[in-house]
């Protein structure tokens, strides 16, 4: 790693409302593994100058950055400047490593301390935009005015409205010729406090337990070191990462970090929360962003962003991974929804078989239910039909099913008629619907026993819960269970392995999963 002003530090805020909780707090930061901790004693409910200060920093276990913000730039102080200017001037003659100032008041800071400004500790000169990111220009101009005062480290603090306002600051990290801090705040910046060690940002900030925040958008301490392992992000590091809205909700980023660590991938993979794909796609054109995960709502657009799309991915209509081919630079879509699930399918029924010979599909000729005309339906209609599968389509909207149906050559059915319908020997019974999901756990597409009990193999999409109703009652009647959280598993390893063009450790992933709530 090529880092210009070392690693980046970790920075744990810390905003407790009394001295002693404040003390709790640094300990809990050193052990969590943070850098520094931020005293943020504009969040103190009564200041006591020079006692508060010398029992924070005589006593700090980890090197300390003091800040007393002011309630015009975000903080809660709300006195006059020179009371700041003191405490400030404190700390560092106390021997704080950092303090911070706003810019605003810089130079005013530094006037203040003319003749006394105590050695040792590194002034951070900081604006914050509560607002937005302004542009690549005016954010280069404005770390200019922060070098001419006189900081040792420059820090800007911007909003991020969209996800590509984070490319600005990024630039902006990398070319810059002192020691910065550039974050992007709100959920739309969050990549800006993992990825900043690729782009040599000074520091970043990751708070001891959720709702410890100090700005919005601030990722915990352990998320930082545990999953996304920031220590190890460098220059070189390749990014990955789901696109979608929403993407908190995820087990994709702890699944695909722990499996990058596993095998000694020297890379990362984090939350995209995009509003505009081909924006997205656009800004983050550098081969280092090599490869997405692609989730709602933009598996349809990626079809038509792509260079190039799998024929499957194509006729499904959705694009659920894209990889930057390292060629040429052309994205290329796939579609490991329908391979994941499918594959699990013709596992299942080869389970049942007692052979495992993978050479011809085992639904080549057999009839494939599905329930649901939705993008799931549709990866799973496809995907059978590619495999020789005779489809039928079964949905609640039935000018859906119809609609697929035709695409696919096969029978479209209502719910009512699917409940009369007795399927034929070694059939398969796909459900795709959100029917059964938590929290309508005790909700099935299909309550007739009669008819569930003519299917070999019953699949369920669905993950949450892990056993659906439908799957339990599928079993009652001898059939086989393909479960909608292998589907997961098997597109997450179809995933790695566009990634990485290497086969993916399936018993760990599969294990990660397991334990996973
Ligand atoms: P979607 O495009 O919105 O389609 C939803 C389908 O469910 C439609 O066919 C819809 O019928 C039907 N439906 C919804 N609510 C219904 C109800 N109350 N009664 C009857 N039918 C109902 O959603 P999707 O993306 O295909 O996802 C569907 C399910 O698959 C979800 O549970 C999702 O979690 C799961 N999934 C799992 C995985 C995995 O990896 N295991 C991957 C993708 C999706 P209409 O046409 O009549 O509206």
Not at 76 to 93: C, I, P, S, T, V
Not at 105 to 112: I, N, T
Not at 414 to 440: D, K, Q, R, W, Y
Request: hydrophobic residues 40%; proline residues 4%.
């Amino acid at each position: 790693m090529a880092e210009k002003f070392g690693s980046t530090l970790l920075c744990a805020p810390v905003v407790e409302k009394t001295v002693e909780e404040m003390v709790a707090e640094m300990s809990a930061a050193r052990s969590q593994g943070a850098d520094v901790a931020e005293l943020r004693i504009d969040h103190l409910a009564a200041f006591e100058m020079r006692p508060d200060l010398e029992l924070l920093i005589k006593n700090r276990p980890l090197p300390v950055l003091v800040t007393y913000r002011p309630k015009w730039e975000g903080g809660q102080y709300e006195g006059d400047d020179r009371k700041r200017f003191e405490a400030l001037h404190l700390a560092m003659e106390l021997g704080a490593e950092y303090v911070d100032v706003e810019l605003k008041v810089a130079r005013e800071f530094l006037h203040f301390l003319s003749g006394k400004r105590p050695e040792g500790a590194k002034l951070i000169v900081s604006s914050h935009n509560y607002q937005f990111t302004p542009s690549t220009e005016e954010l280069s101009t404005l770390v200019a005015r922060i070098q001419a005062v006189g900081a040792d480290i420059v820090k800007i603090a911007t909003f991020a409205v969209d996800i590509c306002d984070v490319a600005r600051m990024f630039q902006v990290l990398v070319h810059c010729q002192v020691p910065m801090i550039g974050l992007c705040m709100g959920e739309r910046g969050v990549i800006s406090r993992i990825l900043c060690p690729k782009f040599g940002g000074y520091l970043t900030f990751g708070t001891l337990s959720a709702g410890k925040e100090s700005a919005p958008g601030q990722p915990t301490m352990s998320d930082l070191l545990d999953v996304y392992r920031i220590k190890q992000i460098g220059v070189d590091t390749k990014v990955y990462g789901l696109i979608g809205k929403p993407v908190g909700h995820s087990k994709s980023p702890k699944l695909h970090n722990a499996v990058f660590k596993a095998v000694g991938l020297n890379a990362v993979y984090v939350p995209f929360l995009t509003d505009n794909l081909a924006n997205f796609l656009n800004t983050y054109s550098s081969p280092d962003f090599t490869g997405f995960s692609n989730t709602m709502p933009h598996k349809e657009t990626a079809v038509t962003l792509c260079h190039e799309v799998d024929p499957v991915a194509k006729s499904i209509g959705a694009v659920n991974t894209i990889i930057r081919r390292q060629t040429d630079g052309k994205l290329v879509g796939y579609n490991t929804d329908y391979t994941g699930a499918i594959s699990a399918i013709e596992d299942g029924i080869r389970g049942l078989q007692g052979h495992k010979d993978g050479t011809v599909s085992p639904l080549a000729g057999r009839l494939f239910v599905v329930i649901g005309a939705g993008g799931a339906g549709r990866a799973l209609a496809f995907g059978a039909k590619y495999k020789g599968a005779r489809v039928m389509i079964a949905n609640r909207t039935y000018d859906r099913a119809r609609e697929l149906a035709d695409l696919v050559g096969g029978q479209a059915l209502s719910l009512t008629e699917l409940e009369n319908f007795h399927a034929e020997e070694g059939a398969v019974l796909a459900n795709t619907t959100s029917i059964g999901m938590n929290p309508n756990i005790h909700d099935t597409p299909l309550s007739s026993k009669q008819a569930l009990s003519s299917y070999a193999v019953v699949f369920d999409a669905i993950y949450n819960p892990k056993v659906t109703r439908l799957m339990r009652e599928a079993r009652e009647c001898g059939a086989a269970l393909v479960s909608g959280e292998e589907m997961f598993l098997r597109q997450a390893m179809g995933q790695f392995e566009l990634f990485t063009n290497s086969s993916a450790p399936s018993d760990l992933m599969r294990e990660i999963i397991m334990k996973s709530t």
